[in-house]
């Protein structure tokens, strides 16, 4: 791979690049070219739905029924008998906007979910967003356009870290509406009870679903490097401010973190989840080569 291509790997020089969907288009294309082969090709003749015609959609798709129907275009979409569904759930809590190197969990969360969805896209995958903090923010039901790459980015340059973080209680609201079965992919800091988070993926495990965890932390959640006297804030709730000698609760907060950690990692064995934990200094090849592995 050339030198200059690495360089968009790194999350730091990522963020200046203009536009999320460039910035998944240099993440994936600089890394699969050649070495991602879909399982999913060929086109069955299994019609699927009507989409609102966008400019670039294929001419010879446009139902013309429809349009003597309705006076509007629509373009008919027909569903490979073995294609992918994958519901991309992104974490839009204000923990996620924590930072300490420049870059926040959710702006990284936003490089891997814009990836993730370009690369599925480009292989004729439907690709659906999930967004949520406390409560779903919006949901983008899958499609199959590369063209809904545009849309999924703009929505994510759209929204600003908030609230505070009720994973479990998302799965749960989008397992009774994601009827048909596919991937489930959770990329967040998993700042929620672990038994109920864990019960909630449990329901789409249950109805064969395949679930990627991505566990996203900051370098100093990771290693609580600090020294000096510091006043700790809750990042979801200003009211809760502890000040404390971080040397003194040290050794207990990296105990309680791999207690945390490993209850997520212990149960998402169990079930036969795929979880990877990231530091948000971890170049996104890395996410996306184990990512591909598992995927293979």
């Known amino acids: 791979m050339p030198a200059s291509a690495k360089r968009y790997f790194d999350p730091l020089v990522l963020a200046k690049i203009a536009s999320l969907s460039l910035r998944a288009r240099h993440v994936v294309e600089g890394l699969l070219s050649g070495l991602?082969?879909?399982?999913?090709?060929?086109?069955?003749?299994?019609?699927?739905?009507?989409?609102?015609?966008?400019?670039?959609?294929?001419?010879?798709?446009?139902?013309?029924?429809?349009?003597?129907k309705f006076d509007r275009y629509f373009v008919k979409e027909y569903e490979e008998e073995t294609n992918l569904r994958a519901y991309l759930f992104?974490?839009?809590s204000a923990s996620m906007g924590y930072g300490s190197t420049g870059l926040s969990k959710f702006e990284y969360g936003c490089y891997l979910t814009a990836s993730l969805a370009y690369l599925m896209l480009r292989q004729g995958?439907?690709?659906?967003?999930?967004?949520?903090?406390?409560h779903i923010?919006?949901?983008?039901?899958?499609?199959?356009?590369?063209?809904?790459?545009?849309a999924l980015t703009a929505h994510l340059e759209a929204v600003t870290p908030q609230g505070p973080t009720r994973l479990a209680a998302a799965l749960q609201e989008m397992a009774s509406k994601i009827t048909r079965r596919g991937m489930i992919?959770?990329?967040?800091d998993l700042f929620d009870n672990p038994d109920e988070v864990l019960r909630a993926l449990k329901?789409?495990?249950?109805?064969?679903?395949?679930?990627?965890?991505?566990?996203?932390?900051?370098?100093n959640e990771l290693d609580?490097?600090?020294?000096r006297l510091t006043v700790f804030e809750d990042i979801e709730d200003a009211r809760v401010r502890v000040l404390s000698d971080p040397r003194a609760v040290r050794e207990a907060y990296l105990r309680q973190l791999q207690a945390f950690l490993a209850a997520y990692q212990q149960g998402c064995r169990r079930e036969r989840i795929d979880y990877s934990l990231f530091a948000t200094t971890t170049p996104l090849d890395?996410?996306?080569?184990?990512?591909?592995?598992?995927?293979?």
């Open 90 to 92: 992104l974490d839009a």
């Open 185 to 188: 992919v959770v990329i967040s």
């Open 137 to 150: 923010l919006r949901y983008i039901p899958p499609r199959a356009s590369l063209h809904h790459l545009q």
């Open 125 to 134: 995958d439907y690709v659906g967003l999930v967004t949520f903090g406390e």
């Open 224 to 227: 609580f490097p600090f020294q």
């Open 36 to 68: 991602h082969k879909s399982p999913y090709r060929g086109y069955s003749v299994e019609f699927a739905e009507h989409r609102e015609y966008v400019p670039g959609d294929e001419i010879r798709r446009i139902d013309w029924k429809a349009y003597g």
């Open 203 to 219: 329901l789409f495990r249950h109805r064969r679903n395949e679930v990627l965890v991505f566990h996203l932390l900051d370098h």
């Open 286 to 296: 890395v996410a996306l080569t184990r990512y591909l592995a598992r995927r293979q």
